[in-house]
């Protein structure tokens, strides 16, 4: 039994000027999983088919292997990500298998109560969420221990760390048994650099923290979802309440509900974890204060925002700081504080 790199996994995150789309974070390209190949007698095995446009590289490495789609007995996802699975189709004949325990073979589907319960020759799948909901890995065992372990451990942790506890649980899990790993994306993982993840185990974890701003006068629907979805981006939450002068100053209108009483309601929300006074709307003086990761905002922002988000990053580029990242969340339509102001003037 041999295992063979068909496609060595690739992540290249591409520098782009926000001013071309402000709704735009994050470009990868050219972006693809590592696609594996356990070949023996018993079964030939792939494991993840990457994305498209590298069908052509995919195919000549299984040629080169003396093998065709058709010899393929099984495809295992790790996980249901594009780059991971978009190839699939070349291999028609397998049995696959994915997601928390299903197996599609031809027109017939089976479900198993977990993926660890499929028997696969030369494999053991287990369980290893954290990076998606359903990430599952494949360790193969020969003179050392392989683990092909998609996203579930990735280069990036080296540097940012683990993004919640169960991804964590699951790289601890990897890292105790595995002597090679086999990335979802980057070089083959071991000797002096799997060292290197086994000791991000030990270190803590950096507390990404998250900051937003508004008035969040008369608390309505749009403000919770805004502050949901906010959550789901970072470990701490602050929120940034305008006060009453700067609401007139910046807006011209004074909010109906008092600063307090506002800041009392954000305290109440239970995915914000601080509560602040905007008393400015320099961006950059509120980050030399709080060191906030991600700055949120919404798709559908003020007129004035552009202005407020030129200058703010121009502060980091004049200082040749690393500016933070800033997310666009989606706007509720229907539902605003100008509405209600209104439904109460009549």
């Known amino acids: 039994m041999e295992i063979k790199i068909l496609k060595k996994g690739i992540h290249a995150n591409q520098d782009i000027a926000k001013k071309e789309n402000p709704h735009v974070y994050l470009v990868v ?47 295992i996802l790790t996980h249901t990500h594009p780059d991971h699975m978009l190839n699939t189709y070349l291999f028609k004949h397998a049995n696959l298998i994915f997601n928390e325990g299903i197996s599609i073979q031809g027109i017939k589907g089976t479900c ?82 799997l060292q290197k993840f086994k000791d991000l185990l030990e270190t803590k974890p950096k507390l990404i923290i998250g900051y937003t701003t508004g008035v969040f006068d008369l608390f309505h629907q749009g403000h919770l979802n805004l502050l949901r979805n906010a959550k789901e981006h970072c470990d701490k939450l602050m929120v940034g309440v305008t006060t009453d002068e700067l609401s007139v100053e910046f807006k011209g209108k004074k909010p109906v509900i008092p600063f307090e009483e506002r800041i009392d309601v954000l305290k109440s929300v239970k995915y914000v974890d601080e509560v602040v006074p905007q008393t400015s709307m320099d961006k950059f003086e509120a980050w030399e204060k709080y060191k906030f990761d991600v700055m949120f905002a919404s798709e559908s922002p003020t007129k004035q925002w552009p202005e407020v988000e030129a200058e703010f990053m121009k502060k980091f580029e004049d200082r040749k700081l690393p500016a933070p990242k800033i997310v666009y969340l989606p706007y509720t339509p229907g539902v605003s504080s100008t509405i209600r102001r209104e439904i109460l003037k009549k």
Do not use: W
């Open 112 to 193: 198993y109560t977990y993926a660890t319960k499929i028997k696969v020759p030369y494999v053991e799948i287990i369980k290893t969420h954290g990076h998606s909901t359903n990430d599952i890995s494949v360790v193969v065992r020969t003179d050392k221990t392989y683990v092909i372990a998609g996203d579930a451990i990735r280069y990036g942790m080296l540097e940012n760390g683990f993004k919640n506890e169960q991804e964590k649980e699951s790289a601890r899990n990897i890292l105790e048994i595995a002597d090679v790993i086999i990335p979802g994306h980057g070089d083959i993982i071991e000797g002096e650099t």
């Open 29 to 75: 390209e050219p972006l693809c999983s590592a696609v594996t190949l356990i070949k023996g007698e018993k079964a030939n095995i792939i494991v993840d088919t990457g994305n498209f446009g590298f069908e052509e590289e995919i195919l000549t490495n299984l040629k080169k292997e003396g093998l065709e789609p058709k010899d393929i007995d099984y495809v």
